[in-house]
């Protein structure tokens, strides 16, 4: 049974974090000060909704990378329940996939609490000033690319690049619920 994102107040700073990365680096908000837009994904290996969204998500990180886009991703479930989604194999999955986004370890969970995060995967996007502009879902088909009609993600983006409020500004993550210990 699929979980559904909690609605959250829009127009709130981003959270602080400070969180290791498969590349061997910490990362914090300041990691991301340079870019016009940061969007924030809860993410892991092992949820079937993910994995579905794996492909998509790399091609919007690469279309937006010149655009000063960010993108980071944080695992937050429980690895001792979960292994597939240890640090280890978080390494593992980034390499063998080729992710061309930050891939980022919430061991403790400090982040997901503070994010109000429920769901992988489930998005946040902030603009300059790190206010959040939208929450919620990649797209409206996760199972099937081709049927996809609305893509929110992508649509928030362009929206805020151009200066506009994004036209959905949030809709219901749908996907499996963050593994919490």
């Avoid at 061997?24 to 579905?52: M, R, W």
């Avoid at 999955?93 to 400090?110: G, I, M, S, V």
């Avoid at 996760?142 to 809709?171: F, H, I, M, N």
């Amino acid at each position: 049974m699929p979980t559904e994102s909690k609605p959250i107040q829009l127009n709130t700073p981003c959270p602080s974090f400070n969180l290791p990365g498969v590349d061997g680096k910490n990362h914090d908000l300041k990691s991301y000060e340079k870019s016009k837009i940061l969007v924030v994904g809860f993410t892991c290996n092992h949820c079937p909704y993910v994995q579905a969204y794996e492909s998509r998500l790399k091609d919007l990180a690469q279309d937006f990378q010149t655009k000063g886009v960010s993108f980071v991703c944080i695992n937050s479930n429980d690895a001792e329940a979960y292994p597939d989604d240890s640090f280890e194999m978080m390494k593992k999955r980034a390499k063998e996939l080729a992710f061309n986004f930050d891939y980022l370890r919430d061991e403790t969970q400090e982040a997901a609490k503070k994010f109000n995060a429920a769901c992988t995967p489930e998005f946040y996007v902030y603009d300059e000033k790190r206010n959040l502009r939208y929450h919620g879902r990649l797209d409206d088909n996760y199972k099937d690319p081709q049927a996809v009609k609305t893509r929110y993600l992508k649509d928030a983006l362009e929206d805020l690049l151009s200066s506009k409020a994004p036209r959905a500004p949030q809709t219901a993550a749908i996907g499996c619920s963050i593994k919490w210990r």
